[in-house]
C-alpha cells in the first residue's frame, strides 16, 4: 500500500529547558527522509516548517510552567495544520519536542471525529507524558500530552481537547520512568502500560498485538507518536531525556514492521531529536531507518553503514 506522505516540520523548543530540538526537521531531511519514502514507492509532500500563532497574556496556577504562550500558540497552529494534513495524506510531523502532540493529535483528532471513526494512539516513549499543566513539577510541557489526548482536567488555559481519545484506546509502549503524580493519574485510567518490565517478560511482539487487533476490530484510525528516547540511548544518543534501559535496534524495527503489516497507522509523529546532542547524525538517520521499517522495507532491504 502506497501512501501519500505529507512532511509537516514543527521546530517546537517550548515544551522542556533544553535547547537543540528546533533543529530536528532539519536534521531528518538531510538524514534522507524523503528519499527513503520515495525509494519505498511513496509520494512525499514536504509543506515546510510551520510556525506558532502568536498568543499572549495566558496564565496558569501552576508557577513552575514555562513557555506557555509559546506552547498555546505551537498547538493552536499544528491543530489547524494537522486536520488538514489528514484529509490529504499521511502526515508525518517532524518534531520538535514532545509538546507538539498537544497539537498534532488534536488535528488528528478532528479528523477522526469527522470522519466517524475512533482513534487510537501509540506512544512509543520511555515516559508516559501524563502531567497535566497543574500537576507538572518541572514545568515542562512535554510532559502533558497524553494526559492532554485522555482529556484529563487541569489543563487550563489550553482549550479542551477536541474528541478526548478513551484511556482504553491509549498504548503505552517501552515506558521506564514515571513519577509519582503521572502514576497516581495513570492508575485511575484503563491505559494500557506495557513498560519495559511487561516487554522483558512477554517481548515484543504478543502486547503490541493485541493493541492492534482492538484498533483492527473498531475500524480505528492509528497515531503513532514516537520519541527518541524510546530507543536506548547507547544507539540514540541525541536526546535530553535519556533513560537506560530503552528497546534495542532491532525492538525498535520489529515494532515498526508490525506496524506496517498492521496497515493501520494513519499518522507519524518523530518527537525529541536534538541534533545538537547527536554523533554525525546517527540518531536522524536511525529514526528515518525506523520510519523506513514502519512504511515497508524489509529487515534484508537495509544498507550497511559506516560512520567512519
Given at each position: 500500500m502506497?501512501?501519500?506522505?505529507?512532511?509537516?516540520?514543527?521546530?517546537?523548543?517550548?515544551?522542556?529547558?533544553?535547547?537543540?530540538?528546533?533543529?530536528?526537521?532539519?536534521a531528518?531531511?538531510?538524514?534522507?527522509?524523503?528519499?527513503?519514502?520515495?525509494?519505498?514507492?511513496?509520494?512525499?509532500?514536504?509543506?515546510?516548517d510551520?510556525?506558532?500563532?502568536?498568543?499572549?497574556?495566558?496564565?496558569?496556577?501552576?508557577?513552575?510552567?514555562?513557555?506557555?504562550?509559546?506552547?498555546?500558540?505551537?498547538?493552536?497552529?499544528?491543530?489547524?495544520?494537522?486536520?488538514?494534513a489528514?484529509?490529504?495524506?499521511?502526515?508525518?510531523?517532524?518534531?520538535?519536542?514532545h509538546?507538539?502532540?498537544?497539537?498534532?493529535?488534536?488535528?488528528?483528532?478532528?479528523?477522526?471525529?469527522?470522519?466517524?471513526?475512533?482513534?487510537?494512539?501509540?506512544?512509543?516513549?520511555?515516559?508516559?507524558?501524563?502531567?497535566?499543566?497543574?500537576?507538572?513539577?518541572?514545568?515542562?510541557?512535554?510532559?502533558?500530552?497524553?494526559?492532554?489526548?485522555?482529556?484529563?482536567?487541569?489543563?487550563?488555559?489550553?482549550p479542551?481537547?477536541?474528541?478526548?481519545?478513551?484511556?482504553?484506546?491509549?498504548?503505552?509502549?517501552?515506558?521506564?520512568?514515571?513519577?509519582?503524580?503521572?502514576?497516581?493519574?495513570?492508575?485511575?485510567?484503563?491505559?494500557?502500560?506495557?513498560?519495559?518490565r511487561?516487554?522483558?517478560?512477554r517481548?515484543?511482539?504478543?502486547p503490541?498485538?493485541?493493541?492492534?487487533?482492538?484498533?483492527r476490530?473498531a475500524?480505528?484510525?492509528?497515531?503513532?507518536?514516537?520519541?527518541?528516547?524510546?530507543l536506548?540511548?547507547?544507539?540514540?544518543?541525541?536526546?535530553?531525556?535519556?533513560?537506560?534501559?530503552?528497546?534495542?535496534?532491532r525492538?525498535?524495527?520489529?515494532?515498526?514492521?508490525?506496524?506496517?503489516?498492521?496497515?493501520?497507522?494513519?499518522?507519524?509523529?518523530?518527537?525529541?531529536?536534538?541534533?545538537?546532542?547527536d554523533?554525525?547524525?546517527?540518531?536522524?538517520?536511525?529514526?528515518?531507518?525506523?520510519v523506513?521499517?514502519?512504511?515497508?522495507?524489509?529487515?534484508?532491504?537495509?544498507?550497511?553503514?559506516?560512520?567512519?
Open positions: 502506497t501512501r501519500h506522505c505529507i512532511l509537516v516540520g514543527a521546530p517546537v523548543d517550548s515544551g522542556q529547558r533544553r535547547p537543540g530540538c528546533l533543529m530536528g526537521p532539519a531528518y531531511r538531510v538524514a534522507g527522509l524523503a528519499a527513503t519514502l520515495m525509494e519505498l514507492g511513496h509520494s512525499v509532500e514536504d509543506r515546510g510551520v510556525a506558532p500563532r502568536a498568543v499572549t497574556g495566558s496564565a496558569c496556577a501552576n508557577p513552575a510552567v514555562h513557555h506557555l504562550d509559546e506552547t498555546m500558540g505551537w498547538t493552536e497552529t499544528l491543530t489547524e495544520v494537522g486536520q488538514a489528514m484529509a490529504d495524506g499521511f502526515p508525518i510531523f517532524l518534531g520538535g519536542d509538546s507538539l502532540s498537544l497539537g498534532s493529535v488534536a488535528g488528528v483528532a478532528k479528523h477522526a471525529q469527522t470522519a466517524g471513526r475512533p482513534l487510537f494512539v501509540l506512544w512509543l516513549d520511555a515516559h508516559s507524558d501524563f502531567h497535566t499543566v497543574e500537576t507538572t513539577a518541572s514545568g515542562n510541557l512535554h510532559g502533558t500530552p497524553v494526559g492532554y489526548i485522555a482529556g484529563r482536567s487541569g489543563f487550563d488555559p489550553f479542551p481537547f477536541p474528541a478526548p481519545v478513551p484511556a482504553r484506546n491509549i498504548c503505552l509502549f517501552g515506558i521506564r520512568s514515571v513519577d509519582p503524580a503521572e502514576h497516581a493519574g495513570l492508575l485511575a485510567h484503563d491505559i494500557a502500560m506495557n513498560d519495559m511487561v516487554l522483558d517478560e517481548g515484543i511482539v504478543a503490541l498485538r493485541e493493541f492492534l487487533d482492538q484498533v476490530a475500524n480505528g484510525m492509528l497515531h503513532v507518536s514516537l520519541d527518541v528516547d524510546f536506548d540511548p547507547a544507539i540514540a544518543p541525541a536526546v535530553g531525556t535519556t533513560v537506560p534501559g530503552g528497546t534495542t535496534f525492538e525498535a524495527h520489529l515494532v515498526m514492521e508490525l506496524l506496517h503489516e498492521s496497515a493501520l497507522v494513519t499518522s507519524l509523529d518523530l518527537v525529541e531529536l536534538n541534533a545538537f546532542l554523533e554525525r547524525g546517527r540518531t536522524a538517520k536511525l529514526m528515518v531507518d525506523l523506513g521499517s514502519l512504511m515497508g522495507r524489509k529487515v534484508f532491504d537495509r544498507p550497511t553503514r559506516s560512520f567512519g
